[in-house]
């Protein structure tokens, strides 16, 4: 994601929230969330698995990945709205969640890195400079302090700390965490400026995408208007059943993609380059957003209990997904200097992804042990 999509469940706080949460989020839609975001996640990792440089076991789907991150946007932006509906209305407290959630995980995944990094280095220089160009200490060290400051896609530049190609996402995902926090939450004149000197400074590529991961609160609104009744409801899920059908009928043709990436870009106009700020991202992410509100609408009709045996596991994969999404790409770039060569079969190329889904969902238990001091510890200091 995108970063993936934030927590799903309250934490402590009074019953008469809780239900209110409940209520707008019930256990059926909440699990088909779960599964989107993990899914989404599992479709990036095979996409990247797939590239030549990691395996010649399976053919080309890069393109998946290219598909999956756009519905990350989208299902940020409708948890975003959902959890400041009630529980996060405080922008302290809001930030303060934010802030915890995303470096819980992005520090740890930085770590990874720079030790794949030197690992790669050392063991197979050559293949070093086929994930990477050479770097001086002084840049790596500059990129490091953007990504720590989510500033690495701004004006048209793109920053990364190699080799973790999925860092990408974050320099936009989390200034729309921001953004929304000053408009939708903060108070007084003070929180123009302070958007207006934060869009200046981050520049058109990544405000280009903003819209998109705003429809996701536009996604939930729509939702929860939806629900007020049941013909509201039916109305809505047939609407969305259509306009999906009319969507994924002619994209299923794998060229017409290729052309919706090189549709005329606002951003050309303005001669900034565009980076991953393409047309084909909105066009995949309204393909998502069309699925979500489908599969929300159909899951009021079903009624189920947080007991059930498998909603537990259900809940403890999917609370790997951020890891999965960090930590995969550089677990792939061990493999190749390791072996002395890239995965040659489809069968070694399935298991290592499933080994790397495997060790990212069990990694994630004591990530969100240290989400959770970081978010004690910056409530003392701050709320």
């Not at 066009?283 to 899951?299: A, E």
Request: proline share 8%; glycine share 4%.
């Amino acid at each position: 994601m995108t970063a993936p999509a934030p927590e799903t469940r309250a934490s402590s706080q009074p019953a008469s929230s809780t239900s209110a949460q409940e209520e707008r989020l019930p256990e059926a839609a909440s699990l088909l969330l779960d599964v989107i975001r993990f899914t989404l996640a599992v479709l990036v990792v095979v996409g990247h698995a797939s590239m030549p440089w990691f395996s010649t076991g399976w053919p080309p789907l890069l393109g998946w990945a290219d598909v999956a991150v756009p519905g990350f946007f989208v299902l940020s932006g409708f948890m975003i709205r959902y959890v400041t509906e009630d529980r996060e209305r405080d922008p302290r407290r809001y930030f303060i969640s934010r802030a915890s959630r995303m470096y819980s995980v992005l520090l740890p995944a930085l770590l990874l890195t720079l030790v794949c990094r030197s690992y790669i280095s050392w063991r197979n220089p050559v293949y070093a400079t086929v994930l990477w160009r050479a770097q001086s200490l002084p840049a790596l060290g500059a990129n490091l302090v953007a990504h720590l400051l989510f500033f690495t896609q701004f004006w048209g530049h793109a920053v990364l700390v190699s080799p973790n190609l999925p860092l990408w996402s974050l320099g936009y995902e989390v200034p729309y965490y921001v953004l929304f926090g000053l408009f939708a939450l903060c108070r007084g004149p003070w929180r123009w400026i302070a958007a207006a000197l934060y869009v200046a400074a981050l520049g058109p590529q990544v405000l280009f995408l903003a819209p998109l991961w705003w429809s996701g609160c536009w996604l939930y609104n729509l939702w929860q208007w939806s629900r007020q009744s049941r013909a509201r409801s039916a109305m809505t899920a047939a609407l969305a059943l259509v306009c999906s059908l009319a969507l994924l009928l002619p994209l299923a043709h794998p060229a017409l993609w290729t052309r919706l990436a090189l549709l005329p870009n606002p951003l050309t106009a303005l001669g900034q380059p565009h980076g991953r700020a393409t047309m084909l991202a909105y066009s995949s992410g309204l393909v998502s957003w069309m699925l979500m509100l489908l599969g929300l609408c159909l899951s009021d009709r079903i009624r189920l209990s947080k007991r059930a045996p498998w909603a537990r596991p259900v809940r403890r994969i999917a609370e790997g997904t951020f890891t999965l999404y960090l930590f995969h790409y550089p677990l792939l770039c061990l493999v190749p200097p390791t072996l002395g060569h890239v995965l040659r079969s489809g069968w070694s190329t399935t298991l290592l992804v499933l080994s790397i889904v495997a060790l990212c969902v069990a990694l994630s238990q004591p990530i969100d042990a240290l989400k959770n001091r970081m978010r004690r510890s910056l409530t003392a200091r701050f709320a």
